[in-house]
């Protein structure tokens, strides 16, 4: 009698835990910073939609999820960079073979003081301001004002990309001031007349300016618009990854389609970035 | 029976209160020790990232780099072998992203099991190659010369002035600016806060009625309840504008306007601890003064002063412990530009700013946050420095009453 008991006692824990696997969704996602906001809100609207579903969203940066990627400790790595070498390389040692999809765009707005003359800037000069060899506005058509230039702080995935895209991988200059928040850099900029300093275009405001960009040594300056950034012809522009095993295919796929839908597309528009143009 | 039960509660009580003092003592102790454990891994590593070496074409005659050249090289500062005493040729950087720009695909096999030899027969084609690569790629058929990093030194990291801990290939870990930085601010900030608090004790102790005292005393401790990120955005808005008008700089994130938001927040510390001290002067003391037909400010600067004289110093020094610090109300205001301030007119970087600020993203167990770590336990000595100067100068201040 009590054998039986014991058999009927885990039997049901067995079926209600298989069927509790079977209804469920669980998925982990960790990794960028910067794509947090957007992986949270598409889970938290997915979850609305699918009340099964489970979706942890964890930050700590785009090497981070990839590192737990690459330890099974998450489904879904999530990051502001392409996945590089080395890390495809230990992908590969430990024989798991992985995809990659782009869920959405980011750009990135230069911007200075409203009362700054200077509307257009080449990526050489860029790359001079923010490294330290081009000090004042007046070398690059403005006047005669010291530069002062606005960076984020090196934990911020905005730091490694502007490093990667426009400084063409050289390190900042020491006298770059760095700040610790978006809104802390636009105020800095809009009560600084030599300022200059890059933000998510999103986070674009009254206050400050936008300068136009030229990626081809001058000959077409491109302003930074959602349009621009979509088509690709604004250039400071990247995408943001979502990175998953090839065996967790089935799991995480309805997840990435909904997000890659007109309604996922809606909401990365609302987060502050750029759809995926269709 | 009932003065046995009571004597047994007692011991009870007794012992939970040795129980709470050892946990906290133990947590104390193993929070330093965590601390420094930590810290003090970063000097057994080389500037280079775990897992990488950097390697170069064997007939190239350059020893060593020194991680600041290192850096230079791939800022395309230094751009020809000859400036580090090499041969006459122009340096060509290789990252391992770059292997595409060399390799189709399929010479580097669909498993990238061709990787080590492209890189062992590009590094001998190429005589002025400087590759960052990993380790494992540099097997005993290496055609290249790996080259060997020195350490990071105590005195290197000290003493450095560059403060670049995500550079590529090396980091470079120079914390003087941010020790010169965070002694700057709060040097200053006291500089600042000082007189202001001591006026204010004086005022409060000797001079204000008692209506006037009990307005002013919570309204200065509210001062203290005030969350420091408040002070930064306060800061931020309010204070960094007004410097940059009144001197007239190109940038008003600077040492100053962090001193002044210190200063606003060491004064609660400031006039407690010193009000608290000019009140124990023994009222003999005063009535002997006035008795002796000095009036009321020739007792306060004579008497008064120089007996709460060690109290008023405790107070000075708690407020620079104060101010070395606090982190999110800098963070906020210093521009946190890593460079070694000349006047307290420049942006400058501070210890906890920077800890606070890249922590986040540093990966665990690697160089750049064992360094942080390291920077953790110099702020530790610094502020034990100035709590046992405290303890000193309070026990001093026994030995006069006697």
Redesign the interface.
Known sequence: MKKIKTIALFGTIIISAVAFKLGDINIKIKGS?TVLPLSQKEAEVFMKKNPMAKITVIG??S??GI?AFLDGTTDIAMSSRKI???E??KL?DAGKAYKEVVIANDALSIIVNPNNKVSQLTREQLEGIF?GKITNWKDVGGDD??I?AYSR????GT??FFKEHVLN????G???????ATG?IV??IS?????IGYIGLAYMEKTVKDVKVSYDKGKTYVEATVPNAQSKTYPITRPLYYYYLTKDAAKVKPLIDFILSADGQKIVGEVGYVPLSK | MKRFFRRFIEKFIEGIFFLSSSVTTLTVLLIVVFLFREGMGVFNKTPIEE??AIALNKNNSVKEISSLDM?NI???NITNWKTLGGNNDSIILF???D?SNYFTDEQLGD??QY?PKCISSLVDSLTGIIAFI?EKYIDKHFAGRKLPMDKISVGKFLSGK???????PASQLGVL?LILGTLWVSLMAILIALPLGLATAIYMAEIASEKVRRILKPLIELLAGIPSVVYGFFG??VI??LI?KVFDL????TGLAGSIVLGIMALPTIITISEDAIRTTPRAMKEASLALGANKWQTIARVIIPYSMSGITAAAILGIGRAIGETMAV??VT?????IPHTILE?V?TIPATI????????QGGLHYEALFALGCILFILTMATNLLVEYISKKRKYNKQ
């Open positions: 910073d700590g940066g090497g981070v590192a590089k070498m080395s495809k390389m590969q490294t004002e010291k002062i702080e090196s934990s911020s730091y490694e991988n050289k390190n900042y020491s006298t770059v001031l760095n700040m610790p802390a105020q800095s009560q600084t007349k030599g300022a | 897992g990488f850096k791939f800022d395309q990252r391992i992203d292997i498993s990238l990787v990993p560059e403060w670049f801990p995500t550079a590529q600016p931020l808005i960094v504008p940059q190109p940038v008003g994130e963070l906020m521009g946190n530009a890593a460079v942006p970087r606070a600020a890249e922590l986040g993203e540093a990966p």
